[in-house]
């Protein structure tokens, strides 16, 4: 059963910085991809990042892109998602995501983790 644990949500001011984390266990992910989805209040779900478990080709929503960083941590089961230069309407819940690479959906979500960007 593939469990996907985020942590590293929190307050921070504009401008600032945090981290995000994206614990996965339950399977062998060398054919998934991972991604970060957010919904803020009163919005629908919408995707963030993307990214293979090799690590390659990963892809940005616009909004994000430039500020935000997904990456795969080394030999850890981890999907990280620095986020930089934040801004208010990055506030949202951010939620992990993964799929087998040529799903069409994805199919694992984890609980979600609060991020509060103030101005």
């Known amino acids: 059963q593939v469990q996907l644990v985020e942590s590293g949500g929190g307050l921070v001011q504009a401008g600032g910085s945090l981290r995000l984390s994206c614990a996965a266990s339950?399977?062998?992910?060398?054919?998934?991809?991972m991604a970060w989805f957010r919904q803020a209040p009163g919005k629908e779900r919408e995707f963030v990042a993307r990214i293979r478990w090799s690590g390659l080709n990963p892809v940005y929503a616009d909004s994000v892109k430039g500020r935000f960083t997904i990456s795969r941590d080394g030999a850890e089961n981890t999907i990280s998602l620095q986020m930089v230069s934040l801004k208010p309407e990055d506030t949202a819940v951010y939620y992990c995501a993964a799929k087998t690479n040529f799903a069409p959906v994805y199919d694992y979500w984890g609980q979600g983790t609060q991020v509060t960007v103030s101005s």
């Open positions: 339950g399977s062998t992910f060398s054919s998934y991809t």
